[in-house]
């Protein structure tokens, strides 16, 4: 399984926009094949930070997710409401329990 765990600072002013940004992106990825799962939550230390965490199930879906235009104009929106940029970090990982 992949996770993908991603977080963005989000100026004040534009967290609400944001999110909406975000929620729509969340439920179109839940969409795509080999997504285990998509979330957006707000930092509850930072409500202007949101963080992501998702699951695929493989690298290669992951590509494809990443390789959609939507996903790309996804991107470039939030950016744009963003104080700096984003953070992303991508694992393997085996479940153990």
């Known amino acids: ?8 600072d989000v ?6 926009e944001a ?7 969340v439920l179109r990825s839940r969409l795509e094949p080999g997504c285990i799962a998509h ?11 949101l963080v992501f965490h998702e699951e695929w199930e493989s690298m290669a879906a992951l590509s494809a997710h990443f390789s959609d235009a939507t996903s790309a104009q996804f991107v470039d929106a939030v ?11 991508i694992f393997e990982a085996t479940q153990i329990g």
């Open 79 to 89: 950016k744009r409401l963003a104080v700096g940029a984003p953070e992303l970090r």
């Open 39 to 49: 979330n957006v939550h707000v930092d509850v230390e930072n409500a202007n930070t």
């Open 1 to 8: 399984m992949i996770i993908v765990w991603g977080r963005i």
């Open 11 to 16: 100026l004040a002013a534009h967290v609400q």
């Open 19 to 25: 999110l909406r940004l975000s929620l729509e992106h």
